[in-house]
């Protein structure tokens, strides 16, 4: 299984962007894909999670009412747009796939069994 995020890049506060996650090499689609990030000297944190329908979707505190996390019509594509982006948001985002129904939690990384290798937001005040 691999994972191929995308969509990173410099912008101003206040902008918008929107990241891609592609997942390739597993049949199904019935897992749970989620986002998270790592800023510089920071220990990597939970922004969002998805189920394989698309109807539960979970956020940290952080992003709440700015970031929304979606599927594609396939399955196997995740999406997190990011609105009104802050300084703060500066990081590198990561997706993940939660392949084998771990319960461990949605917002712990140990969920999940695949990560993607990373693309850098910077966000400028």
């Known amino acids: 299984v691999q994972l191929q995020a995308s969509g990173g890049g410099l912008v101003q506060a206040g902008d918008s962007l929107r990241l891609s996650c592609v997942v390739s090499g597993r049949a199904t689609s019935n897992y749970v894909m989620a986002w998270f990030r790592q800023a510089p000297g920071k220990e990597r944190e939970y922004v969002a999670s998805i189920n394989w329908s698309g109807n539960r979707k979970n956020y940290a505190d952080s992003v709440t009412g700015r970031f929304t996390i979606s599927r594609g019509s396939a399955g196997n594509t995740a999406y997190l747009q990011m609105n009104s982006l802050k300084p703060e948001d500066t990081a590198v985002y990561y997706c993940?796939?939660?392949?084998?129904?771990?319960?461990?939690?949605?917002?712990?990384?140990?969920?999940?069994?695949?990560w993607g290798q990373g693309t850098l937001v910077t966000v400028s005040s």
């Open positions: 993940a796939v939660n392949a084998y129904g771990s319960r461990i939690g949605y917002n712990n990384p140990n969920t999940y069994d695949y």
